[in-house]
């Protein structure tokens, strides 16, 4: 049967290398629904090339420049916040991905676990912020929670068959990003051009700030807790300046297992749509003539603060890690617009997560109103 897939944030780097995905499998995928925030011109170029049962926008604004340039189509035309989530509980796909960038994408992955789709998960914000809610409910559904973060993705794939050995430690490689060795005297300078350059990866604008500044492997460290029920001190994270391994398990043996490829996302997202099947393609194969050797480090984490704020975070729990993804979309907003430097994110984020108050268990609206008010304290403390 072919797989009907409902990509949530279709414009966005994952989304589009996953319509690269389900174009060369026709036989295996057909594209249900498409949902962008503002990007309406790219959603319109979508919906006419892949021909959806619907498309939403989720700036309302829009709503009429969608509807008049599909209105010779057959797909329906959604706008807002709130048909996000309508639609996420709709009858007509099988599998949410889950690719809309930070928390916006938790109360639609909600809706379709509660709907039972199957996720393929790939905003790790969802986790970030209520991983406890969302894996309790994906459990209580019976739905399946397939991570395309190519790390998670990596250890996802060396679990496989191990569903009854336990876990000493998983390790989480980072490339360490473009700014790899450098100290805080250099960090002070770096503008938004300079952060959007990573060596490895080619990835939308905010998760490359986040890959710079470390907080994308800070916010994996907790992402990992939730999907393989871990412990703090079960994750570990390795620079690895190759990506060529993706991430690893420790057994309680003493065993090592790697997911080794080339840094294209396209592999994590192939293998969590067609999960539990692989499938051929056509995608550059990894060669060991590429590289001389394998390098692996310790994260800074004195000039790398963000790294050190997640692991705070991780420990701690609670609402914490939810106050603190705020803060940082909002620090990393500012810095996109050139409103901050570099390193004052951190200064921000660290600010708020010592201001907002402390809930150990938090109830779904706890998780929103922790948000909300975090986000508000990030913009005063920026006077945005």
């Not at 072919?2 to 995905?21: D, H, N």
Request: net charge negative; with cysteine.
């Amino acid at each position: 049967m072919v797989k009907r897939i409902g990509i949530f944030g279709s414009t966005g780097s994952v989304g589009k290398q996953a319509l690269e995905v389900i174009k060369h499998n026709p036989d295996k995928f057909s594209v249900e629904i498409l949902t962008a925030n503002s990007n309406y011109e790219e959603l319109i170029e979508q919906a006419i090339v892949h021909d959806p049962n619907i498309v939403v926008i989720g700036d309302d604004t829009y709503y009429e420049k969608v509807k008049q340039a599909l209105s010779n189509t057959d797909v329906k035309v959604f706008a807002g916040e709130k048909a996000l989530e309508e639609v996420a509980a709709m009858d007509c796909y099988d599998m949410m991905l889950a690719a809309i960038v930070g928390f916006a994408g938790l109360k639609p992955t909600l809706k379709a676990i509660q709907s039972k789709k199957a996720i393929a998960l790939a905003n790790k914000e969802t986790l970030v912020v209520a991983g406890d809610i969302v894996m309790d409910m994906a459990v209580q559904n019976q739905v399946p929670i397939i991570p395309v973060d190519s790390e998670h993705s990596a250890i996802f794939q060396c679990l496989v068959g191990e569903t009854r050995n336990k876990i000493e430690k998983i390790y989480l490689t980072a490339s360490g990003g473009p700014f790899l060795g450098r100290k805080t005297n250099f960090l002070v300078n770096v503008k938004r051009e300079h952060a959007l350059q990573h060596p490895n990866w080619q990835m939308g604008a905010k998760i490359s700030v986040d890959s710079a500044t470390l907080m994308n492997k800070g916010l994996e460290m907790i992402e990992a807790k939730w999907l393989f029920n871990l412990q703090p001190g079960q994750i570990e994270v390795l620079v690895h300046p190759q990506s060529a391994i993706h991430s690893m398990v420790q057994f309680e043996d003493g065993s090592l297992k790697a997911q080794l490829g080339e840094a294209d996302m396209r592999l994590p997202i192939q293998y969590a749509l067609a999960f539990p099947h692989r499938i051929p393609n056509e995608y550059p194969r990894f060669s060991f003539r590429k590289f001389n050797t394998f390098t692996f480090e310790e994260p800074d984490l004195r000039t790398f603060r963000n790294l050190a704020l997640s692991i705070e975070a991780l420990e701690k729990g609670g609402n914490l890690p939810c106050v603190m993804n705020a803060a940082n979309e909002i620090a990393v907003y500012a810095f996109l617009k050139n409103k901050i430097g570099f390193l004052e994110m951190t200064d921000i984020i660290e600010a708020v997560m010592a201001k907002v108050p402390f809930i150990e268990k938090p109830s779904l609206d706890d998780y929103l109103n922790s948000d909300a008010e975090a986000r508000t304290l990030a913009a005063d403390i920026m006077s945005l």
